[in-house]
C-alpha cells in the first residue's frame, strides 16, 4: 500500500518569513494530493490539493508543487502570519480521473507542527 | 450549523467495555470515513463506505467495526475496548463530485 512521509515534524519560523513542509510518497499510481491543516480541538481542514496532471498550483499565501518522477510535493507558504500555527498534515490518495471519482481514503503523512515566531 | 457531527465529543470507558461512535452528515454526501489519529502518527484509515451496502476496511480495521445506518450516518464500535485504542477518532464524508474530504470534530475516547 501507499506509505507517505513528511519533514520536519516541527518548524519553527518567524513571522513574515515563509516556511516550507515537503512529502514524499510511494505508490506511482497515487494521482491526488491534498493538504490538511488541523488546529487544537478541531478537525483537519483542506487548505489546497493537487492532481498529477498539474505541477503546481497557488491559493494566495499558499501553493503547492508536485514532482511525479521523484514521488514528492511540497506544501510553501509565504508571508507566514501567527494564525498559520497548527498542524499540517499532507496525504495522497487514488482516485478517477475526475473529481469525486472513487476515493479509497487517504494515506496521511505524520504531521509537521508548525510554530510562528513573532 | 456543522456538516459534520461526532458524538460523543469525549468519553472514557474501562477495558472490555463496548463503545459505540456515532457520525452524521449534513452534505448529502455518499462516501464517509473513519479516522484514528495517535500523537506523532498522522491519521489512519479503519473503516470507509461507499454507500450504505458498501462497506470496506482501511488499514488498521482490526478490533473495530462499522454500521452505515443511513447514507447520512455511520457508526464506528469497540466491541471490547483494550487501552491501546486511546486515541482520537475523525470521521469525515466525501461526494462523488468532489475529492475533499470534510472532516468532524473528532471524539477522543480514552479506555482505562
Known amino acids: 500500500g501507499e506509505n507517505v512521509e513528511q519533514h520536519p515534524s516541527t518548524l519553527s519560523v518567524q513571522e513574515g518569513d515563509s516556511a516550507v513542509i515537503k512529502c514524499t510518497y510511494s505508490d506511482s499510481a497515487s494521482n491526488y494530493f491534498p493538504w490538511y491543516k488541523q488546529e487544537l480541538g478541531k478537525g483537519p481542514q483542506l487548505i489546497i490539493d493537487?492532481?498529477?496532471?498539474?505541477g503546481e498550483k497557488k491559493d494566495q499565501r499558499i501553493a503547492v508543487t508536485l514532482n511525479k518522477t521523484a514521488k514528492h510535493f511540497s506544501l510553501h507558504i509565504t508571508e507566514t502570519q501567527p494564525e498559520d500555527s497548527a498542524v499540517y498534515f499532507c496525504?495522497?490518495?487514488?482516485?478517477?480521473?475526475?473529481?469525486?471519482?472513487?476515493?479509497?481514503?487517504?494515506?496521511f503523512g505524520k504531521g509537521t507542527h508548525l510554530i510562528i515566531q513573532p | 450549523d456543522a456538516d459534520v457531527t461526532q458524538t460523543p465529543r469525549n468519553r472514557i470507558t474501562k477495558t472490555g467495555k463496548r463503545i459505540m461512535l456515532e457520525c452524521s452528515q449534513t452534505?448529502?454526501?455518499?462516501?464517509m470515513y473513519w479516522y484514528r489519529q495517535d500523537p506523532g502518527l498522522g491519521l489512519q484509515l479503519i473503516y470507509y463506505s461507499f454507500d450504505v451496502k458498501d462497506i470496506n476496511k482501511g488499514e488498521i480495521s482490526d478490533g473495530y467495526s462499522v454500521s452505515r445506518q443511513a447514507q447520512a450516518k455511520f457508526s464506528l464500535s469497540l466491541e471490547s475496548a483494550i487501552p491501546n485504542q486511546t486515541a482520537l477518532y475523525f470521521c469525515a464524508t466525501t461526494g462523488q463530485d468532489t475529492d475533499t474530504q470534510y472532516f468532524g470534530p473528532g471524539t477522543r475516547l480514552t479506555v482505562l
Open positions: 452534505k448529502g454526501h455518499d462516501r
Open positions: 496525504a495522497a490518495s487514488t482516485t478517477g480521473p475526475f473529481p469525486g471519482g472513487g476515493a479509497d481514503g487517504l494515506t
Open positions: 493537487i492532481r498529477s496532471n498539474v
